[in-house]
C-alpha cells in the first residue's frame, strides 16, 4: 500500500506551518505502507493540481492531506469537505475568494473515505488527544479536500481520500495571548502516526467513515 501524506506551507505570517514539518517527522513506512510525502502551498488555484501531479506519478491507494487549525487543542480528522469557499485571509497568492464554489459542477459535499473513527480511537489508545471534526472551514484546506474527493470521485475511484488538521506547535504560540492551544510537533506527528495505522487495517464506507 502507498498513502500520499500532505501537509502545506506557512501562510498567514506564521513562519512555520506544523501540518508539514510533521509530515516530514513520519517514518518512510507505517503499519507495512509506503509514505509519500508532499508540501502543498497555501494557494486556492495551486494546490490542488500539485496533488495530482503526484497522484499521478506514484499512483497511490490512499491520500491522506494534512492542514493547520490554530484554534483547535487537538488532531481532528474530518468527516466532510463542503463544496463552498469563504476566505477570511488571503492565501499565499494574495487571492481572498468569499461566497463561490469549489466546484461549480460538484456535488454539495463529500464525506472522507477514511476509517475517521477507527484513526480517531487508535490515536487515543496511544494517549493523545484527538476527535472528529464535521467542519474542514472555508479556506484552502477545506478547498484541498473537497477537491482531492471530487478527483477521486471522477477519475479514482479505488483511491481513498481524507483531511487531518492539527493545531499550531508550540513554538508559534510565543507572544500569542495566553491560553492559545498548541501540541508539540513530535506529538502531532506521532498523532498522525497512529491515524495512518488505522488507515492500512481500518474498513472504509461508501457514505463516511466509521
Known amino acids: 500500500m502507498k498513502i500520499l501524506v500532505t501537509g502545506f506551507d506557512p501562510f498567514g505570517g506564521e513562519k512555520v506551518n506544523p501540518s508539514y514539518e510533521a509530515v516530514k517527522l513520519l517514518p518512510p513506512t507505517i503499519a507495512g505502507a509506503e ?38 487543542s487537538q488532531v481532528t480528522v474530518e468527516k466532510v469537505a463542503i463544496n463552498f469557499v469563504d476566505a477570511k485571509i488571503p492565501d499565499n497568492d494574495g487571492k481572498k475568494p468569499s461566497g463561490v464554489s469549489v466546484q461549480d459542477k460538484g456535488e454539495t459535499a463529500y464525506f472522507a473515505t477514511i476509517p475517521i473513527n477507527a484513526m480517531v480511537e487508535n490515536v487515543i489508545k496511544h494517549g493523545l ?21 471530487y478527483m477521486i470521485a471522477k477519475s479514482y475511484p479505488n483511491m481513498r481520500a481524507g483531511f487531518i488538521h492539527v ?36 474498513k472504509t464506507v461508501k457514505n463516511g467513515s466509521k
Do not use: H, W
Open 167 to 202: 493545531p499550531l506547535e508550540a513554538g508559534q504560540v510565543i507572544g500569542k495571548p495566553d491560553g492559545t492551544a498548541f501540541m508539540s510537533r513530535g506529538d502531532i506527528a506521532k498523532s498522525l502516526e497512529y491515524a495512518i495505522e488505522a488507515i492500512v487495517t481500518g
Open 35 to 72: 509514505i509519500i510525502k508532499l508540501e502543498v502551498p497555501t494557494i486556492f488555484s495551486k494546490c490542488g493540481s500539485v496533488v495530482e501531479q503526484t497522484i499521478q506519478q506514484y499512483q497511490p491507494d490512499v491520500v491522506l492531506n494534512v492542514g493547520q487549525a490554530g484554534r483547535r
Open 129 to 149: 488527544p484527538c476527535a472528529v471534526s464535521y467542519t474542514a472551514g472555508s479556506f484552502v484546506c477545506n478547498y484541498l479536500m473537497y477537491t482531492v474527493l
